[in-house]
């Protein structure tokens, strides 16, 4: 019994921590900060992709939406010549429904898991997307298809299978807290921390690893790659800095999550923005959120995303 | 911004404050005007007194004079009225009730009949300024002189006047000049003239009074006598029970005559007869509150409540009215607590469907068709259908799965088969969906966990609705539920932590000690 309440932290002692949590973040940071209207920027791919362009955002490559079920059946000719794709539901979130093909020909699929599947289970899952299985409030959607990011050697160590991303978020158009998340056998390729994907927390001025954790515990090693997870270092740091910055600059959104990855000849490339990203980010950094923002409210205001840069990296 | 949270926040207390108010004020009103009580099932006696009357016309003419009892705030009448077959005209006076009869000529039965409730110990003795007349008693001389004698002996008995001579005349060993004045077995009614005419020589005003004694199945050609006795230093009148020599009125005793008028006089018939009988009936508060109300003169206020509204609307009602608690632990268990559930309403409805199946029978039920579901789910899958059509196909098959597990229940007399029906078959459906994706999607564990979680909020509410004495609650003072209704918006503003959060944020405030043991053990991997 003593050991089941163990198990559990005080709310004083969470606190004192400055650990964000779900209502809070709710009520008092989305609540405040996120104007409803300004949702469907970040919600909606396609719309996200125009505003980054715009805004001289790097994200992969456009290849084509598919809006409609009679479609479908051509996705095929709307990806030649392009060595591999990923399908994505325009309004999904938290990565659901995101499917990488490496590479293919006419009937045989190769995932980012090295799963090969047949052009049917292909077309189901456009489908799929299509009617709405993977989008926010279950509306019918459209599925996007765009380039393969050639993701960067330099964590081939530090992730099995599936593409490494990094999350920062940004409060107020300053980068807060950032992490690094590793795809594991057990969370089947997939950058998802409550599958069982690694977390590494990342210093937000050096972008080198702080601490990593499984399955909200601390550890220090890959636990497929055995890669020491402390020495991890992302390259080009401030680039990702500054595209979650102008992240703000494109959105308005004062309290947004922008996941980032690294291609191998193009650099740093912003994936998505995220208008509600999730709070396992602490624990990933063994750091909790709320004196972070606290300070950032002292920051000042007005500055360019530069400027803003500059200022976290002073 | 901070400003207006601190508006919406005050504002919500203020309203929390005066939803309490208005549930304290509904509560204390319905329970001093319509007796609603905490307790469920907390049912009204209603008496029926029956007076019958059988008589043959001896005239053309007959006149029937019933008393009707003396309404003085020890009970309330719920109906009244007069029972015969003939050519009668019914005339209701303030203290009397009159039938005449026309043309009679087989033996008549006339039923005066009387329901009443509520009925109360009148404690107070009953003050009036004007001392009435005192009878004086037609005794003969030697009766008189008896009765004087009585009355010195009596002076030995404990208590007032009237309890002295009460006493003495119901002594066991009655002595003999007891017997001479008042031999035994005489009527009750003739004891309690006595006693009135003894009180009068002591110059005591005192006068016979008449009702019935509630007691249920009785049956009695007389009616039953009390008498009451006027303190003329006090200017108040006693009663007393003539037997015990006691005081008060008490509530089981209605009052129908006082003084020497009869309870019944028939004009124009002869050979009559008269029986009384009473019943006892049990009704609850609510089917009562309609006539409480309307001897409360609060009858217009009545007719818009829910109380008023047929029977059956009523019963629908009582459901509804658990919900909202049933909200508030849906939004305690999520926001408070912190657990995740498939669809925010589904464990709603799962246990309303409990309700109906039973506990434990449900259960099993729902996990058996869940998981033959969840199977037939997974074969479809393989036919790679689009998402509408699919969840379709599923509905049809759970709507097949219930028809099957019904026939088997019935056929092999398995209950827990039989309370497959009562499941609502879109949410079944939605589960079995869900379920299959969050397999798909994150594999087994974690859809089989999130069942239970919302296996695990059904059940808690659950246990709220079957509730019979919350549903009382909940319904007969229903205003709890704004209270209810400000509480769910005041957890609409916490912004703390989640119990579950306690635990999933935990690794950040543990010591660095303890740090270290896991690191190593994440490094041996």
Known sequence: ?314 | MFKKLAIVRWSLFVGLIFSLLYAGFGIYYKQHFLNFTWEIDKKTPVWTIEANLKFKPVSENVEIVFSRPIVDGTFKILDENTIAKGNYTVQKKDRTIKLVGKNLKKTQNVYYRILLYDTVDAKKAKKENNPPKIVEPLFDDETMMIAKELLQVAKKEEGDNAQKIIALLNNEEATELVQSFLPKRTKLKEKAEKIVDLLALENIPARVIRGVHLVEGKKSVTADVMIEAYNLNEKKWYVYNIETGKTGLPADFIVFQKGNASLVDVIGGGDSSIKYSVLKSLNSSFSMAKHRSKNADIENFFSYSVYNLPLEQQNALKWLMVFPLAILVVVILRNVIGIKTMGTFTPMLISMALVETGFLKGLICFSIVVGVGLFIRMCLSRLNLLLVPRISAVVVFVILLIQIFAILGYQFDWQVASSALFFPIIIIAWVIERGSIIWEEEGFKNAFKEMLYSLFAAIVIYFVIVNESIRHITFAFNELNVVILFLIMLLGIYTGYRLTELKRFAPLVKSKKKLKKTNKRGGNV
């Open chain 1, 1 to 314: 019994m003593f050991k089941f309440f163990r198990m559990f932290a005080s709310p004083w002692a969470l606190k004192k921590a400055g650990v964000l949590n779900m209502n809070y973040r709710n009520f008092s940071i989305i609540g405040l900060h996120n104007s409803r209207r300004l949702y469907p920027l970040v919600d909606d791919k396609v719309k996200t992709k125009e505003l980054a362009t715009t805004v001289g955002i790097q994200t992969p490559r456009l290849i084509g939406v598919i809006k409609a079920q009679y479609e479908v059946k051509n996705f095929l000719q709307m990806v030649k010549g392009w060595k591999g794709f990923v399908i994505k539901p325009a309004h999904g979130s938290g990565g659901k429904g995101v499917l990488v093909i490496k590479h293919y020909t006419q009937n045989h699929f190769r995932t980012a898991s090295n799963k090969v599947i047949k052009f049917t289970e292909v077309y189901q899952h456009i489908s799929n997307v299509l009617s709405g299985l993977y989008s926010l409030g279950g509306q019918y959607d459209e599925a996007i298809i765009e380039e393969v990011v050639s993701f960067s050697d330099q964590f081939k160590d530090y992730s099995f299978q599936g593409i490494p991303d990094v999350r920062i978020i940004v409060y107020k158009g300053y980068p807060a807290i950032a992490m690094m998340r590793l795809a594991t056998k057990e969370s089947g390729g997939r950058a998802n921390l409550h599958q069982g994907a690694v977390g590494v927390g990342i210093d937000i001025k050096t972008g080198k690893a702080l601490a990593a954790v499984q399955h909200n515990m601390p550890i220090s090693y890959h636990p497929d790659t055995g890669a020491d997870l402390l020495t991890l270092k992302v390259p080009d740091w401030r680039t990702h800095l500054e595209i979650a910055s102008k992240g703000y600059d494109m959105t308005g959104l004062g309290y947004l999550g922008a996941d980032i990855v690294m291609d191998k000849e193009l650099g740093p490339m912003m994936l998505e923005l995220n208008a509600r990203p999730g709070l396992a980010i602490q624990i990933a950094n063994q750091k909790g959120l709320v004196h972070i923002l606290k300070e950032i409210d002292s920051y000042p205001k007005n500055l360019s995303f530069k400027e803003r840069v500059d200022f976290i990296l002073r």
